[in-house]
């Protein structure tokens, strides 16, 4: 059975850095591409970035330099750490295991960001 376990975030300032986790368990995904996604209300979710377990990453059109995904396959834990936060980087960030085409059918809970100004 899959477990996805997003954490980290809260409330951070703008300008400011974030990094998010996301703990995984489960022989299926062990070794799986992992991915990052975001949905903002009233809108569709959003691929933001994947790293495979030999650590090619790949980041959506609409993700800047600003982001950075990673992975410790020992420690079975992902990471999204974005720097220079800006207001639109606050919504819920969601963690999945992902295939061709950035497909992605299980989810972790989602994890809150939200950004002051």
């Known amino acids: 059975q899959v477990q996805l376990v997003e954490s980290g975030g809260g409330v951070v300032q703008a300008g400011g850095s974030l990094k998010l986790s996301c703990a995984y368990s489960g022989t299926t995904v062990a070794a799986a591409t992992m991915a990052w996604y975001r949905q903002a209300p009233g809108k569709q979710r959003e691929f933001v970035a994947h790293v495979t377990s030999g650590g090619t990453t790949d980041y959506g059109d609409s993700v800047v330099d600003r982001f950075t995904i990673s992975r410790h396959n020992g420690k079975n834990t992902m990471w999204l750490e974005i720097n220079s936060v800006k207001p639109e980087h606050g919504t819920v960030y969601y963690c999945?295991?992902?295939?061709?085409?950035?497909?992605?059918?299980?989810w972790g809970q989602g994890h809150q960001v939200t950004v002051s100004s």
């Open positions: 999945a295991p992902t295939g061709p085409s950035r497909y992605a059918n299980i």
